[in-house]
């Protein structure tokens, strides 16, 4: 027990449509302190988005993840959020916000392998 951490995480939404508050579940941002661990998985399902709305390109919506990778790794080239530590890019990841893309309300656990977390809850929440 002693190895075990407390971590945080939020799903990734896509809103298509914000104003008909419609949404499906297309990643994780995970955070844990103690591990110093931030990470963000996402995926697209083409067709899922499709069936939302075919207004939305692929491309550009992958690039706006892309670019929430970036920050979660804290890489320079995603601005100055980048360069925030990483409890502060967590919060402004996690953020709510009424754009196309959001994230839920945060939820907790504990670890002891924060990636082995953010792949289950991927799988669990994104892909199943």
């Not at 994780?28 to 998985?41: P, T």
């Not at 069936?51 to 919506?61: N, Y």
Request: charge should be positive; proline fraction near 2%.
């Amino acid at each position: 027990m002693q190895d075990k951490v407390t971590f945080e995480y939020a799903i990734i939404r896509l809103v298509p449509k914000v104003e008909r508050e419609e949404f499906f579940n297309v990643g994780v941002i995970l955070f844990s302190k103690r591990k110093k661990f931030l990470g963000v998985k996402y995926n697209v399902d083409p067709q899922k988005l499709n069936a939302f709305s075919c207004e939305l390109e692929l491309d550009t919506i992958n690039n706006y993840l892309k670019s929430w990778e970036l920050i979660s790794k804290g890489d320079t080239s995603a601005g100055k959020i980048g360069q925030f530590e990483i409890s502060d890019r967590f919060r402004w990841l996690a953020a709510s916000r009424s754009t196309i893309i959001q994230s839920s309300k945060t939820h907790c656990g504990i670890t002891d392998n924060p990636e082995h977390e953010l792949q289950a809850i991927f799988k669990k929440h994104v892909l199943d």
